[in-house]
């Protein structure tokens, strides 16, 4: 019960200074939205159908959803090194409450912040042609959420052996850039060469976006005669992911994960 | 240990790397004692401090706080406590009052008396027209009165202050110490506090003077004051150097330098003084008389003036602001 008030309270905390901060929230949307704007103007039109009924707005759609959880899931670390920098981390670790429930609260509000932000992005559905239904919204916010506390736990993670904002940083872009490059958010992952296939399947990023872009995808009309959109999907050894194969990669990942940035976050110098 | 010493400190040694930080220190304090750690830059006062506080392992040696040892019942001992940092720990983006009602939910402050003690702390440091005000708009001193609020809300049995005052003008300081002295008396909290202010040091009611990770003397104001023999004389003259001389060989008196002037211990001053002037062939500009300051205690420990052996105050004073500043 002490541990539950402890992380809502962290919890609590970075949701004031993220509503108090609304600029900040730019940050880490800018970048999708460019490229919502330039692929959603038209230009996609040119680039022809990558499956049937599936543009490449329509297709990059779901993977924008995607980067914007990993690089705003990724705020939690730069947050906790922000504390730690000004000095109100040492306000939190002097209290009587234990590490776990600090990283588990940092975790949770970086989680919660980036799922509100891929909400914006999902708003802009109707831009790329793109109707979310209610019941594939709620479907989107789980997922993302589950990928969001994914990607948190390892910004605190990182941030619980990598002290200064400079270096933080540093390591964040050496992170997040592969992450979004190799993962199937700007082209599909079949037919690619061998060395990319193999990072891309290493990457978990990769299983992260495929379950949202294949739930944004049914809600695509399919032209009469076309059985699926599974030639989007991810395969691993020639087996096509399902959603809840995917779900569960992600989750066990995101355990592994919250686990270890506790228990790094609790050594003590 | 003893059912009155609140804090009990044995053989404590810190090290960060083959740097010794904090070097075999022993030491008590009761219940309900101001205890005062004088000393200058990098002394370890801090270092001491945060292992007292669990922030920081003790490389050997072992510390007690309201019973609990420090490195194996942190939980209890960050229970205990109370801590005002040397450096500043508020959210600068969030008002006063949400400052301190995250610290009365991670203290574990019933919601009963939440609202309660978030008033009377912040009447008492007479924030309570600006609870609602971005603490980033406070000025340092509002800001330190806000932590030191903070530090009090949940009643701790022990209170930490790391140079609370640094930075702050004297009449704010005095503010604060008539409320730390009240609060001794009324509730009974053990104050632990570092300074290197001399005049904060006399507030204590036992001061340990700590320089390069060692306790060198450990004792009330007065009685440290009393190793220096009787008062102490300030003497300009036209050559200092020769004036030294002079009264080594003439009183066999030793006369230690200390800023441009010189200094020396003498039983009984005002008698001294008619000779001095009379007898001394080297031209004097001034002269003057006092009673031995806790900064002469130090002098005559280490040889050094505390002054000496640290950056200028106001140099330590303007890089606190400018971290005040940062954001
Ligand atoms: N994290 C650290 N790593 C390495 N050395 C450190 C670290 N923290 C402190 N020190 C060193 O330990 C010594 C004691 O530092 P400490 O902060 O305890 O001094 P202090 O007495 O509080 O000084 P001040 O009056 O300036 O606050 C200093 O020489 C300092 O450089
Ligand atoms: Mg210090």
Same mark, same amino acid.
């Given at each position: 019960m002490k541990t539950a008030i402890a992380i809502y309270t962290i919890w609590y905390r970075d949701m004031l200074r993220f509503w108090r901060n609304k600029t900040r929230m730019l940050g880490s949307i800018m970048f999708p939205l460019v490229f919502l704007a330039v692929f959603g103007s038209g230009l996609s039109r040119s680039m022809g159908m990558l499956a049937p009924g599936v543009d490449f707005a329509k297709f990059m759609f779901p993977g924008i959803i995607g980067m914007t959880v990993v690089m705003s899931g990724f705020m939690s670390g730069i947050s906790m090194v922000w504390d730690r920098e000004f000095g109100f981390l040492k306000e939190v670790l002097v209290a009587p409450i234990s590490r776990v429930a600090v990283a588990g609260g940092k975790t949770l509000a970086g989680a919660t912040i980036a799922t509100v932000q891929s909400i914006i992005i999902m708003a802009l559905a109707p831009l790329v042609g793109v109707t979310l239904t209610p019941l594939v919204v709620i479907e989107l916010l789980g997922l993302t959420f589950l990928v969001a506390l994914m990607v948190s736990s390892m910004g605190i993670l990182i941030s619980s052996r990598i002290k200064s904002m400079e270096a933080f940083q540093v390591v964040m872009q050496m992170v997040t850039f592969p992450m979004m490059f190799l993962s199937g958010v700007f082209f599909p992952? !079949? !037919?690619?060469p061998d060395w990319l296939a193999v990072l891309v399947r290493l990457n978990p990023a990769s299983y992260a976006i495929d379950p949202i872009r294949q739930t944004v995808l049914q809600t695509v009309q399919l032209p009469p005669g076309v059985p699926g959109l599974s030639s989007l999907g991810l395969t691993v050894f020639g087996h096509t992911m399902t959603v809840w194969e995917d779900v569960g990669v992600v989750a066990v990942l995101a355990a592994v994960l919250i686990a270890a940035a506790m228990w790094s976050f609790s050594i003590q110098d | 240990m003893t059912e009155k010493n609140i804090i009990s400190v044995e053989h404590l040694v810190r090290k960060y790397g083959k740097f010794t930080a904090v070097d075999d220190i022993s030491f008590q304090v009761g219940a309900g004692e101001i205890f005062g750690f004088l000393g200058p830059n990098g002394a370890g006062k801090s270092t001491t401090i945060s292992i007292l506080c669990t922030l920081l392992k003790p490389s050997s040696g072992k510390a007690t706080v309201n019973g609990f040892d420090v490195a194996r019942q942190q939980h209890q001992v960050r229970q205990s406590i109370g801590l005002v940092f040397q450096d500043p720990s508020l +959210? +600068?983006?969030?008002t006063a009052q949400e400052n301190l009602h995250f610290h009365a939910m991670v203290y574990n402050i019933p919601g009963s008396v939440r609202k309660k003690r978030i008033d009377e702390a912040l009447k008492m440091v007479e924030l309570d027209t600006r609870? $609602? +005000?971005?603490?980033? $708009?406070?000025s340092g001193g509002m800001k330190r009165r806000l932590e030191i609020a903070r530090g009090l809300l949940h009643y701790p049995k022990v209170l930490f202050l790391d140079e609370p005052t640094l930075g702050l003008d004297p009449q704010t300081r005095n503010r604060i110490w008539e409320f730390l002295l009240d609060l001794r008396t009324r509730e009974n909290v053990t104050i632990f506090l570092t300074t290197h202010y001399m005049d904060e040091a006399e507030h204590a009611n036992r001061i340990a003077i700590i320089d390069k990770g060692k306790i060198i003397a450990l004792d009330t104001p007065d009685k440290l004051k009393d190793m220096v023999g009787g008062d102490i004389i300030n003497l300009k003259t036209v050559d200092d150097k020769k004036a030294a001389d002079e009264i080594s060989q003439r009183y066999r008196m030793q006369a230690t330098d200390g800023h441009g002037e010189l200094l020396l211990e003498v039983a009984n001053g005002d008698e001294f003084i008619p000779t001095l002037v009379r007898d001394l062939n080297t031209r004097i500009i001034s002269i003057s008389l006092r009673r031995p300051t806790l900064e002469d205690v130090f002098l005559k420990l280490t040889g050094r003036a505390i002054r000496d052996s640290e950056v200028s105050s106001m140099e330590a004073i303007k890089s606190h602001m400018r971290f005040h500043g940062r954001r």
């Open positions: 992952v !079949n !037919n690619v | +959210d +600068d983006q969030l609870r $609602n +005000d971005i603490v980033k $708009n406070f």
